[in-house]
C-alpha cells in the first residue's frame, strides 16, 4: 500500500540556519503530495503541495520538489525563522480523487532564536 | 471565510463512557473526512464521507465507533463505550471535491484530543 517515510525528530536548529526535512513515499501511479505543519494547538495547515513530477511547491519560504526517479519531496527553507517551530507532515494523496491522504510520522522543528 | 469547527476541543472521561465529537465544514464542501492522531503520529483516516454517503470506512472499528453526516453538512463521530487506548486527537477535514480525479486540498478543524481515564 501507499506510504510516507519522514526523516526522525526532533529537529533543533539556530534562527537563520537552512532547514531540510526528507520525505520519501512509495504509492502506485502518480500521486499528490503535500506538507502540512502543526503549530503548538492549532489544527494542520497545508503549507505547500505538488501535483505532478517535477512541480515545485512554494509557500512562505518552504520549497518542495516532486522527485518521481527518488521517489522523494523534500522540504527546504533557506534561513528559518523562531516562528517556524511546529511540527511538520509530509503527505501523498492517492489517484482518482480519491483524496485519501497517507502521512508520515511528522517532524517536531524548533527554532532558537 | 470560516475553517472547519469542531467541537469540544477538549474532553476528559472515564473509560466504557460514550463520547461525541462534532464537526462543521466549510461551507459548500461535499467531502468530509475523520482522521485519528495518536501521539507522536501522522493522522490516519477514520471515515471519508462524499455528501451523506460514507465512501470509505474501512479503518473505522466498527464494534464500537460510528459516524453519522445527516443532510450531508456537519457530522458526529461517536465512541462507544470508549477504551483507554482511544485517547487521542480526533481531525475532521473537509474538501471541496471536483470532477475527473481533480485533487482538493483538504482542509483541517482543530481537532478534539480525548483523553479516556
Known amino acids: 500500500g501507499n506510504s510516507v517515510t519522514q526523516m526522525e525528530g526532533p529537529v533543533t536548529l539556530s534562527e537563520e540556519a537552512f532547514l531540510t526535512i526528507n520525505c520519501t513515499y512509495t504509492a502506485t501511479g502518480y500521486p499528490s503530495l503535500f506538507w502540512y505543519v502543526q503549530y503548538p494547538g492549532e489544527g494542520l495547515q497545508l503549507l505547500l503541495k505538488a501535483t505532478k513530477a517535477d512541480d515545485k511547491g512554494s509557500n512562505k519560504g518552504f520549497e518542495a520538489t516532486y522527485r518521481k526517479e527518488t521517489t522523494s519531496f523534500h522540504l527546504e527553507k533557506g534561513s528559518v525563522q523562531v516562528s517556524d517551530s511546529a511540527v511538520y507532515f509530509c503527505a501523498l494523496s492517492d489517484l482518482g480523487g480519491a483524496q485519501k491522504l497517507v502521512f508520515g510520522q511528522g517532524t517536531r522543528l524548533t527554532i532558537n532564536p | 471565510e470560516a475553517g472547519v469547527v469542531q467541537s469540544p476541543r477538549y474532553k476528559i472521561i472515564e473509560k466504557k463512557q460514550p463520547v461525541a465529537f462534532w464537526c462543521n465544514p466549510i461551507?459548500?464542501?461535499?467531502?468530509l473526512y475523520w482522521y485519528l492522531q495518536n501521539l507522536g503520529q501522522g493522522p490516519e483516516l477514520l471515515i471519508r464521507?462524499?455528501?451523506?454517503?460514507?465512501?470509505?470506512d474501512s479503518q473505522l472499528p466498527k464494534d464500537r465507533f460510528s459516524a453519522e453526516r445527516l443532510k450531508g453538512v456537519d457530522s458526529t463521530l461517536k465512541i462507544q463505550p470508549a477504551e483507554l487506548g482511544d485517547s487521542a486527537v480526533y481531525l475532521c477535514a473537509s474538501s471541496s471535491s471536483g470532477t475527473g480525479g481533480y485533487r482538493d486540498t483538504q482542509y483541517f478543524g482543530p481537532g478534539t484530543r480525548l483523553t479516556v481515564l
Open positions: 461551507s459548500g464542501h461535499n467531502t
Open positions: 464521507y462524499e455528501n451523506e454517503e460514507a465512501v470509505d
